[in-house]
Structures are given as C-alpha cells and as structure tokens.
T-cell receptor, first 114, second 111 residues
Framework: DTAVSQTPKYLVTQMGNDKSIKCEQNLGHDTMYWYKQDSKKFLKIMFS???????INETVPNRFSPKSPDKAHLNLHINSLELGDSAVYFC?????????????FGSGTRLTVV | KQEVTQIPAALSVPEGENLVLNCSFTDSAIYNLQWFRQDPGKGLTSLLL?????REQTSGRLNASLDKSSGRSTLYIAASQPGDSATYLC??????????FGTGTRLKVLA
C-alpha cells in the first residue's frame, strides 16, 4: 500500500561502479522528483519529471541519468560512482508540477560509496 | 533565488512544553509551504500543507502559520512529547516543479 516506494533501501558499493535506484508511486500523480540529502541533512532537488518528461535538471553531473518509463516510475542510474555521491536519495511525487496538494516522499535510499 | 532558513537549528526541551519552530524564506512569491518531520534514518512525513492564501493550518497538537508578506512560517507544537523528537523541515513551493527545503530544526523532547 506504500504510496511512494523506493528500492533498495540501502546500497553499499565501490567507487567506479554503476548502480540504479528504482521508484514507484501508486497515487496516480503526474509529477515525480529525485532529491539528494547530504550529510548535513540538507535536501536538494536533482530532477523533476512530469508525465515521463524531464522538466528540471538541477545541474546534476551527467553521471546521473534518470529514466521514467511511465508516469508511475522514475528510476535513477548512476555511473562511475564517486565517494561524494554518498548520500540519501529520496523520490517524491505530486499531483502535478504546481505541487498544489503537496508532495509525498518515499522512505529514501541510503547510498554509501566506499 | 529562494533561500529558506530554519531557526533554531537544534532545540532540546522538557516534555510538556509548548514550542515554536521558525521558517524564513527570501522570496514571498510562493504557492504553498509544507512542513515535514523526519525521524532518524527514515523518510519524510508530511505534517501540514499551508496554501499561500491561508494564514494557518491545524492538525492535532500542531499549528502552522504563514505570513507570506514577511516571508515567515511558524510551526507551533503544543504539549510536546518525547515522540515528537525528530528533525522538522519546511519546504517552500513556487509552483515550478520543485520544493526548496529549509535547513531543518532538530528537536529533542526530554522525558
């Protein structure tokens, strides 16, 4: 019944590897997001998608490639992982891009690069 | 550029106290503002969503107010309990496909 679900919850990997995080929402929302929470707990937008289309790419390195196969899914693929990529990544969704009804967040994926 | 600041950064209070968390934003042209709580190692739980046309919203012991013209929102927690211990985040929305988050307030309520 989880509204926004992310997998995996934890990810530990070596530098240089490629990894993916998956996100699915069952709320019927049109807009999905990826946020990164750094070690100081600050949350920053990475990408916004509306109905499978990229709307915002907030100066994220091109090693990060989001993909939205349909409006209920937004996956994040990361190439050539670096130590600085260690963070918690949150997926979120909203009814539309206005966010008029608020955002719903997933439980996060804690990525540790060693 | 919208900047969102939360004061205080951390707060420790005895159980039963009423407390106020502050959120300030630099650009008053907002669509709405949402308060979240985040428990350690967990995701974000929505507490209150307050639209730009509203002055306040209430849910149980929580009350959020919004003064758009002065760029401020406050979250009032009545009769605090140890279970309220968490990080509280405010997020400002300009209706442009992204929330701008505040820096957070870490709250600890002592039994």
């Amino acid at each position: 019944d989880t509204a926004v679900s992310q997998t995996p919850k934890y990810l530990v990997t070596q530098m240089g590897n490629d990894k993916s995080i998956k996100c699915e929402q069952n709320l019927g929302h049109d807009t999905m997001y990826w946020y990164k929470q750094d070690s100081k707990k600050f949350l920053k937008i990475m990408f916004s998608y509306n109905n499978k289309e990229l709307i915002i790419n907030e100066t994220v390195p091109n090693r990060f490639s989001p993909k939205s196969p349909d409006k209920a899914h937004l996956n994040l693929h990361i190439n050539s992982l670096e130590l600085g990529d260690s963070a918690v990544y949150f997926c979120a969704s909203s009814q539309d891009g206005s966010g008029a009804y608020g955002y719903t967040f997933g439980s996060g994926t804690r990525l540790t690069v060693v | 550029k919208q900047e969102v600041t939360q004061i205080p950064a951390a707060l420790s209070v005895p159980e039963g106290e009423n407390l106020v968390l502050n959120c300030s934003f630099t650009d008053s042209a907002i669509y709405n503002l949402q308060w979240f709580r985040q428990d350690p190692g967990k995701g974000l739980t929505s507490l209150l969503l307050i639209q730009s046309s509203q002055r306040e919203q209430t849910s149980g012991r929580l009350n959020a107010s919004l003064d758009k013209s002065s760029g401020r929102s406050t979250l009032y927690i009545a009769a605090s309990q140890p279970g309220d211990s968490a990080t509280y985040l405010c997020a400002v929305n300009r209706g442009t496909y992204k929330y701008i988050f505040g820096t957070g307030t870490r709250l600890k309520v002592l039994a």
